[in-house]
């Protein structure tokens, strides 16, 4: 059965604590995506990755970072210095994106982050 | 910069084609037009996507005009599951740019 999977579904986090969100996919994609989501908002691009070994900074990756070790996993950290770090995170995985090509994004099921 | 316009909210009733609209005026000659739907504390959902000609599978057709500025998605038979937020979004060349979408209600 292919897919994404984030964990957990609901995180909570006291100020001043880093916290690791997983993201896992087996559909032998190349890229990967982390986007942020605020109530009532659409999404924000964090990270992505094209490759192993390789990522590539969003429109908001302060307060974030990413390592890109296996094909599979694509973890985010969000550290200490993300100044508003609740918000629904989304992970996003696609076949290698090439300029003129088509291609979909499959998402997780995201994994709703609260700081107190 | 979504660089995509939608309406913030549309209702339609159980049965009825939904027409959802989407201007992208600025859409450079090799960008798709993706459709995107969310619903509540999901992650989002791929429906449709099309570059020039219009486009129908087993979800909704995307209708894109001759000058690529805008497009329509339709669902054709809409039911109450379809109530969500959906998302046009116009490729870039590694990314894509979610704005805030079109509340769609579907009333019974």
């Known amino acids: 059965d292919g897919g994404i999977t984030q964990s957990p579904k609901y995180l909570f986090r006291k100020e001043g604590q880093n916290v690791t969100l997983s993201c896992e996919q087996n559909l032998n994609h190349d890229a990967m995506y982390w986007y942020r989501q605020d109530p009532g908002q659409g999404l924000r691009l964090i990270y992505y990755s094209q490759i192993v070994n390789d990522f590539q900074k969003g429109d908001i990756a302060e307060g974030y970072s990413v390592s890109r070790e296996k094909k599979e996993s694509f973890p985010l950290t969000v550290t200490s210095a993300q100044k508003n770090p609740t918000a629904f995170y989304l992970c996003a995985s696609s076949i290698t994106p090439r300029t003129g090509d088509s291609y979909e994004q499959y998402f997780g099921p995201g994994t709703r982050l609260t700081v107190t | ?108």
């Not at chain 2, 449709?48 to 054709?76: C, F, Q, V, W």
């Not at chain 2, 060349?93 to 009333?107: E, S």
């Open chain 2, 1 to 108: 910069d979504a660089k995509t316009t939608q309406p913030t909210s549309m209702d339609c009733a159980e049965g009825r084609a939904a027409n959802l609209p989407c201007n992208h005026s600025t859409i450079s000659g090799n960008e798709y037009v993706y459709w995107y739907r969310q619903i509540h504390s999901q992650g989002p959902q791929y429906i449709i996507h099309g570059l020039k000609n219009n486009e129908t599978n087993e979800m909704a057709s995307l209708i894109i005009t001759e000058d690529r500025k805008s497009s329509t998605l339709i669902l054709p038979h809409a039911t109450l599951r379809d109530t969500a937020v959906y998302y046009c979004i116009v490729r870039g060349n590694n990314d894509m740019r979610f704005g805030a979408g079109t509340r769609l209600t579907v009333k019974p």
